[in-house]
């Protein structure tokens, strides 16, 4: 038996996973195919084609399965009230972060280039994150008007800047992002958006 010993579950879908992310570092995300990847994992298309209809659909499950390994479970779960808006948003953008330097830049830039094929799948799972990051920053917020602070009413547009904002960076600075950038980030274009230091009766949500 020894090395012909077939391979179940979380030890196959692991393999895989790693013999894919490997072959993007070396063929590209567009030139990747089944073969090479059932090749390099030591299985079969068939047990690939089980699982995953397209490439793009492998490299999603990738993407999910290291964003729970490094967050624990859901992002929105994982906010806590730091005791202040400023605090808040740097333990967002610390832990999403965190997520793009588990998932690697690979995987991220290929979910990237399908986000702008503009399918309908990708379009349900884009539309899908966007609702999910809405929520963790209504979580946010509402931290911040439970402390009194006073809050910009602004669109649901405008909640998914902090996401927006860290995927912008990561594809413009490959060589890294440190806890300085972050707290540059938060301090000069996150806190103006949505903090407002000048109150009016309009512009409290």
Known sequence: MGT????????????????????????GYTNLTFQQIAQAAKTSRTVLYRRWKTTFEL?????VYKMKNTLGGELIDRIKDTGSLRGDLLQLLTLYQSVYIEVEHEIMNAILFELGQNNDKMSELEMNATNKNIFVMRKLLEFAKKRGEVIKEVSDETLTLPFDLIRMENILRQDGIDEKRLEVLVDEILLPVFLDNNPTSKGII
């Not at 012909?4 to 393999?15: A, H, P, V």
């Not at 490299?59 to 993407?63: K, N």
Request: no cysteine.
């Open 4 to 27: 012909n010993t077939r391979r179940r579950g979380d030890t196959l879908t692991e393999d895989i996973y790693k013999a894919t992310i490997e072959l993007i570092k070396k063929v």
């Open 59 to 63: 490299i999603y499950d990738i993407m």
